[in-house]
């Protein structure tokens, strides 16, 4: 299948099933095309994008007990990992250009949040809240649409909020433990070592998209949009051993655990 097709048929086809199971197999990136930047991506009446006033909000840990909050907290993480399937498949449509080995390795993580997103919505919906039964939240769609080049991309959604989730999914996975919610815990532990992986593929690119002596902290933030930033890309839990398994430098990671928006 062609790049493009696929990227076309996440963003622009309603039905869930068939923006998380398209893909298997091979891809081609032989015909791009012309740069295309969708504005809203199509989804099923039940998951359109509702006012962020009337999303819930992730429940607190100590909330866990009651199986509704876990799955509340399932049902948003669905939704998260779904706007990065359809956030990747608009930087392959937004950026034609890009080399084709980029291409290739996004259409290979986007493989993975479509995975993501299965698993949750099925953790949801068992702990009794289906996928799309709540209104779902644009954050991270919104702040695609400000990516005016891949390196703002890698920049930003690997880097940023797939770094943040190298802490996030540690989090939760000990919160769901700690309940006795062994099926959520895993899924967490799961998405965590993926997560190491797509971290590893942002810092790669960014490697490859910087000047040889070019500063790599000054060079990624230059590429962040506000109000992203590198505070944003950690948790309460800073899991420094995940970053250098994802090819950070010990230094970078080490500026990054210590970084507060004051030195901005």
Not at 94 to 121: C, W, Y
Not at 168 to 189: C, I, P
Not at 235 to 254: C, Q, T
Request: glycine share 6%; charged share 25%; proline share 6%.
């Amino acid at each position: 299948m062609e790049l493009r097709e696929f990227a076309e048929t996440i963003l622009l086809s309603e039905e869930l099933e068939r923006k998380l199971s398209i893909g298997d197999g091979e891809w081609t990136d032989n015909e791009p095309g012309a740069a295309i930047r969708v504005e809203v991506p199509a989804r099923s009446p039940e998951l359109i994008f509702a006012s962020p006033r009337t999303a819930p909000g992730m429940p607190k840990f100590g909330s866990f007990h009651d199986p509704v909050k876990r799955g509340i907290a399932h049902h948003i993480m669905a939704n998260h990992e779904l706007q990065a399937v359809e956030a990747m498949a608009w930087v392959l449509l937004a950026f034609p250009e890009a080399p084709s080995e980029f291409r290739l390795g996004l259409a290979n993580v986007i493989r993975d949040e479509q995975k993501h997103t299965r698993m949750h919505a099925e953790r949801a919906s068992r702990l009794g809240v289906p996928f799309g039964s709540l209104p779902v939240n644009c954050y991270i769609w919104k702040k695609v649409q400000h990516f005016e080049s891949v390196v703002d991309y890698v920049a930003g959604l690997p880097l940023v909020f797939e770094g943040a989730n190298l802490d996030h999914s540690l989090e939760f996975a000990e919160a769901f433990d700690a309940v006795g919610d062994l099926r959520s815990a895993a899924l967490m532990r799961i998405i965590h070592r993926d997560e190491i992986e797509h971290v590893r593929f942002g810092w790669e690119w960014l490697c490859a998209s910087a000047g040889e002596n070019e500063d790599l902290w000054e060079f990624w933030a230059q590429h962040l949009h506000w109000p992203v930033r590198p505070s944003k890309a950690r948790g309460e839990k800073f899991v420094r051993d995940a970053r250098l398994a994802a090819g950070m430098p010990p230094e970078f990671v080490e500026k990054l655990e210590m970084w507060n928006d004051r030195q901005s």
